[in-house]
T-cell receptor, first 117, second 108 residues
Framework: SAVISQKPSRDICQRGTSLTIQCQVD?????MFWYRQQPGQSLTLIAT?????????ESGFVIDKFPISRPNLTFSTLTVSNMSPEDSSIYLC??????????????FGPGTRLTVT | GIQVEQSPPDLILQEGANSTLRCNFSDSVNNLQWFHQNPWGQLINLFYIPSGTKQNGRLSATTVATERYSLLYISSSQTTDSGVYFC??????????FGKGTRLSVIA
């Protein structure tokens, strides 16, 4: 398994400002993932973050809006920039561990609940 | 990318009842997980089950990879089982793709 912590756990922010979310893992991992869960919705992948290279963003998400850092193998940050009320969501960090012969099992942090007013 | 369909979208059960949740997916996968998101938002890993059958207490899951579906069985449901159940398959080196979930309410 994996122990993942996120900071902050929740925040209320004003529109136009930015918030940086931190994710810490208890052991080294190659890939870290950032997901968003809008109210009442499922989880959507924002980007994949590898240590030492730029993050890979999914369709609909751009680096200017969601810059990601990955300075080492146990830590990553996601910034939500120039926020609007539509950015109100839970943001979750995730990592994976090898499982079985050829698969991976993913684990999720507790999430950061963001409200933009 | 992988398309995921979960059914039913909503389910209300009397405490003690049994239920089956279904997940259909569009492509071959080598990873499939079931999660429970409790009312406080925490995602709890239930099963890693790319194929076969597993059981954990009152819960069990079966994935038939060749037919691209997975089932989650909940027996003798309890109020603490309430929440949203997500199926999330993944293929190759790609991260998990989440279905829309089944929202379960267990009533005492």
């Amino acid at each position: 398994s994996a122990v993942i912590s996120q900071k902050p756990s929740r925040d209320i922010c004003q529109r136009g400002t930015s918030l940086t979310i931190q994710c810490q893992v208890d052991s080294q991992v190659t890939m870290m993932f950032w997901y968003r869960q809008q109210p009442g919705q499922s989880l959507t992948l924002i980007a994949t973050a590898n240590q030492g290279s730029e993050a890979t963003y999914e369709s609909g998400f751009v680096i200017d809006k969601f810059p990601i850092s990955r300075p080492n193998l146990t830590f990553s940050t996601l910034t939500v920039s120039n926020m609007s009320p539509e950015d109100s969501s839970i943001y979750l960090c995730s990592v994976r561990r090898r499982a079985g012969l050829a698969g991976y099992e993913q684990y999720f942090g507790p999430g950061t609940r963001l409200t933009v007013t | 990318g992988i398309q995921v369909e979960q059914s039913p979208p909503d389910l209300i059960l009397q405490e003690g009842a049994n239920s089956t949740l279904r997940c259909n997916f569009s492509d071959s996968v080598n990873n499939l997980q079931w999660f429970h998101q409790n009312p406080w938002g925490q995602l709890i890993n239930l099963f890693y089950i790319p194929s076969g059958t597993k059981q954990n207490g009152r819960l069990s899951a079966t994935t038939v990879a060749t037919e691209r579906y997975s089932l989650l069985y909940i027996s003798s449901s309890q109020t603490t089982d309430s929440g949203v159940y997500f199926c999330a398959p993944g293929g190759g080196n790609t991260p998990l793709v989440f279905g829309k979930g089944t929202r379960l309410s267990v009533i005492a």
